[in-house]
């Protein structure tokens, strides 16, 4: 791959931004209000939530290490990762202008489906674009600017969702012609070098599904970073995937107020998670240790998930907000290049790997709204919630202590 260069860091943050403001857009309120609209009571709206994001989630448990492994092996002269990630954005942009027409429970679910995989097709190898360019003394700084992608990305997803909140179809709309174009100018002014003289292993289906397990024993570290990095997103996942209904029905506002309290709760928690991501991969690199960073960081989301247990009101979510922002911003930036850090074979197959432990983050986002449904529904609902979130994020933090390859 070209060396890296302050364009490259440009199209890591601007495709970041796109393609998370697009996630963060749609889960937080597009998806929600669409399965509302179709719903009559809480309990249709709590569960149809879970069953699309869990039907989701069975179908792209493994769109990213797949899409990763095929990026590795991809010889063009567009390079490894571009001729994926343009595939994957034509295919979501295009099912996402057609999303809003779906009328019932099942369509949802099929084009969120096929939204899904061809997002993950677009992030994948976007993440092995980090491993590829950068070595490992500049990766924090990098993780850094996709991680302040994200967060941009996230608060201006959620504002931009919220002027069409009466509008569902025209706001998935927005967001597939944002996916496409975004995709596309990273693919022309961020060229690859061409990969088509470069030696591949000769294809052997027994090797390739091999590859996607990678032994805990043989490999701790990734086992233990994959774990921890699952556990954390499950907690932290479990909370904001339902913070819609959570407004509604434990804070107690209509649907309109709690459409317009994602958007502040969005603001308010965008600059001290902006700062967070900056400071963090700056002084990570700085300092050349992360694991502190992440314990800083469990601590901070474990603290902030606590406030509406005592404090139901949409001041103690502001709050929750808050330090969660800071929470979230430490960990994110530290945690990816960490990731690049315990990659087996020292990245020799980042698509792939990297791909496997995007499922930590996948998995949870996507396993989160149902094991939050049945907890809302069958273990004392709301405030339940916010206490099985802080035990994840607290086992998550004694998980990255084994690991032994990054200080």
């Known amino acids: 791959s070209p060396p890296s260069s302050k364009a490259t860091l440009s199209a890591l943050l601007m495709s970041a931004f796109t393609l998370f403001a697009t996630y ?9 209000l669409h399965i509302m609209s179709i719903s009559d009571t809480e309990e249709q709206q709590v569960a149809g939530l879970g069953i699309v994001m869990t039907v989701s989630f069975i179908f792209t448990l493994f769109a990213q290490p797949m899409v990763g492994a095929f990026s590795d092996r991809t010889r063009s002269k567009f390079g490894r990762r571009t001729t994926w990630m343009l595939f994957g954005a034509f295919i979501g942009g295009i099912m996402l202008l057609g999303m809003g027409q779906t009328k019932n429970l099942f369509f ?41 992608g994200m967060q941009l990305g996230g608060a201006f997803g959620v504002v931009v969702a919220g002027q069409f909140a009466d509008n569902f179809g025209m706001g998935y709309a927005v ?6 174009v975004f995709t596309v100018l990273f693919a022309i002014l961020n060229k690859d070098w061409s990969s088509k003289e470069a030696m591949v292993d000769p294809w052997n289906w027994s090797a390739f599904i091999k590859g996607f397990w990678v032994s805990p024993k043989e490999h701790p570290d990734f086992g233990w970073a994959f774990a921890a990095r699952f556990l954390l997103m499950l907690g932290y996942f479990g909370v904001t995937s339902y913070q819609l209904y959570l407004l509604t029905y434990y804070i107690g506002m209509s649907k309109e107020e709690a459409t317009a309290a994602v958007v502040t709760l969005t603001l308010v928690a965008f600059v001290p998670t902006l700062l967070a991501i900056g400071l963090s991969g700056w002084w990570s690199d700085k300092v050349g240790r992360r694991k502190i960073f992440i314990y800083v960081a469990s601590a901070i989301l474990a603290a902030g998930l606590a ?41 020799d ?14 998995i949870p986002q996507a396993m989160s709204p149902a094991i939050a449904g049945f907890i809302i529904l069958n273990m004392g609902g709301y405030s339940t919630l916010f206490i099985v979130a802080i035990v994840f994020v607290i086992i998550a933090a004694f998980a990255v202590v084994p690991i032994k390859a990054v200080r």
Do not use: C
């Open 24 to 32: 963060a857009g749609l889960i937080a309120i597009l998806l929600p």
């Open 175 to 180: 967001f597939g012609i944002l996916v496409i």
């Open 349 to 362: 197959h980042a698509g792939k790997d990297l791909g496997l432990l995007n499922i930590a983050t996948n």
């Open 108 to 148: 949802i679910t099929l084009f969120w489906v096929v939204i899904q995989v061809a997002l993950n097709a677009v992030q994948g190898p976007l993440s092995a674009v980090i491993p590829d360019r950068f070595p490992k003394e500049r990766r924090g700084g990098a993780s850094a600017m996709m991680g302040i």
């Open 307 to 347: 406030v509406p247990l005592f404090l139901p009101t949409m001041t103690g979510m502001i709050i929750m907000a808050i330090i969660n922002g800071i929470g979230f911003g430490l960990y994110m930036s530290v945690d990816t290049a960490l990731m690049t850090e315990v990659l087996p074979g020292g990245g």
